[in-house]
């Protein structure tokens, strides 16, 4: 089974709207850890924003939110307001255990922003 | 406080040459993941080193592929008798400690291309 489920390949929202990118994982390990990340076409991985498996609260940074439903495994990024600027490639990604060392990305969603 | 560094950021080999990949880890970061983005494709984990230690290769393929990191430099990332599937993003990334939480910062990734 897939660790991390990304099912939209492309996505386009007009700029100032807000935009959901679906994620879900699948894992036994009670503690995990939940990542969002951009990948714009000059090609560095762009850390967003951090959602842990115990934390009660919906992870939020910015213009980022991270909309974490535990029970049903899913950990959809939202973002509000889009900017031209947020055109890119976004992996979802987890890191679990044992040893945490090593984060299980998916195959990631092209967001294209129109003017 | 500078980030994850690697270089070359693009890199051409003929078949059957070698290439190495270098990464400086962010300042105060011990631990050292190397991954590989196929194009298209999301992150695969490749090695988890410590400073003079592997501490997972579960991702690595057997042969061609070796990674350290010294006591003292850099890790290197070297592929032995290149072919054109090792055509690829190599990614370094870094974090302070291993654990669920522990976000790993990304290096700007090394473009392989093998003619």
């Known amino acids: 089974a897939q660790k991390i489920t990304q099912t939209q390949p492309g996505m386009f929202v007009q700029e100032k709207e807000a935009v959901t990118l679906d994620c879900t994982y699948d894992?036994?390990?009670?503690?995990?850890?939940l990542f969002w990340y951009k990948q714009p076409s000059s090609g560095e991985m762009i850390f967003l924003i951090y959602?842990?498996?115990?934390?009660?609260q919906n992870a939020t940074e910015g213009r980022y939110s991270l909309n974490f439903q535990k029970a049903r495994k899913s950990a959809n990024l939202v973002i509000s307001a889009s900017q031209l600027g947020d055109s890119a490639m976004y992996f979802c990604a987890m890191r679990e255990g044992p040893g945490y060392q090593k984060v299980t990305f998916g195959i990631g969603t092209k967001l294209q922003v129109i003017p | 406080n500078a980030g994850v560094m690697q270089n070359p950021r693009h890199l051409v080999r003929r078949r059957g040459q070698e290439a190495r990949l270098r990464c400086s880890p962010m300042?105060?970061?011990?631990?050292v993941y190397w991954y590989r983005q196929l194009p298209e494709e999301g992150l695969k984990f490749m090695v988890y080193l410590q400073k003079e230690n592997i501490i997972d290769e579960s991702g690595m393929p057997k042969e061609r592929f070796s990674a350290e990191f010294p006591k003292e430099g850099p890790s290197i990332l070297r592929i032995q008798q290149v072919v054109r599937g090792d055509s690829a993003a190599y990614f370094c990334?870094?974090?302070?400690?291993?654990?669920?939480?522990?976000?790993?910062?990304f290096g700007p990734g090394t473009r392989l291309l093998v003619l």
């Open positions: 959602q842990g498996s115990y934390d009660q």
């Open positions: 894992t036994s390990d009670p503690s995990y850890g």
């Open positions: 990334a870094s974090s302070p400690e291993v654990a669920a939480q522990e976000t790993q910062y």
């Open positions: 300042k105060g970061h011990s631990h």
